[in-house]
């Protein structure tokens, strides 16, 4: 890790060719411990309200929790889980009884001053750790057509193009099931690290080294408009809502 860096973040959110917005993003800076940061993206489901109030109630969740966590007491999986667990709660015992059940995913990373991060998703919005303009890793959807991608039954490419792309089989708020549970840690991030989270609006439009390249070329403010820009242009006039958070570290000038 070195020594010295600052943290440069951007978001980026966008209404797409949808009649309404569901998605909701999420970059704060902890109100007492600088250099701990928490991103967290939401793609709400379930009618004009519902889903909208879904994506909200996790980003209600994740202030709450984030203003209460102490670094280096406070364990952030212990954070990241709890927040899962209550935004689904609490969407559950709120649901719009005139429209359909409301869910949301969830993708969020918390990063810790000494450079420490971990995430948590559910659903099919994602988390990307690209260093060097290469993805280190990403997070794998809980969807029907990530299943059959990990069965080996179809390629990436061949699941993005599915009739059935859509369809969830882990989310916040689903009556029969808790939420899944992915929490991974990177450790130590390095200088030049990229975090992005982003919800399928945006990623199913770009290939991994697109969203790499990108990223280590531009700074998150302008990475953030060309994305967001460019995903418009390939949607063709049916893009869904999208939304982004990035977070870079670079490096002090030393003296």
Known sequence: MTRGFRLVAATGLHQGDRDYQQDQVLLIAHPRAPGCVLGVVADGMGGRSGGRQASEQVMLTARQLFARYAPGYD??????????????????????????????????????????????????????????????????????????????????????AHPQANLLIGCLGMAACPPPLALDAIGQLERDDVLLACSDGLWHYFEPDELG????????????????????QRARGKGDNLSLAVLRLEALPLG
Request: aromatic content about 4%; charged content about 25%; proline content about 5%.
């Open 75 to 160: 364990d952030p999986a212990h954070l990241l889980r709890q927040l899962l667990d209550d935004a689904h709660m609490v969407i559950k015992l709120t649901a719009v009884a005139s429209e359909q059940e409301p869910h949301s995913t969830v993708a969020a990373f918390l990063v810790n001053p000494r450079g420490g991060c971990t995430w948590v998703h559910a659903g099919d919005s994602r988390l990307y750790h690209f260093r060097g303009g290469r993805m280190v890793r990403r997070t794998r959807d809980h969807s029907y057509v990530q299943a059959l991608v990990d069965r080996g039954d179809l390629t990436e490419a061949q699941a993005n």
């Open 213 to 232: 390249t990108l990223l280590a070329e531009h700074p998150p403010r302008a990475a953030v408009e060309l994305l967001v820009a460019e995903a418009r």
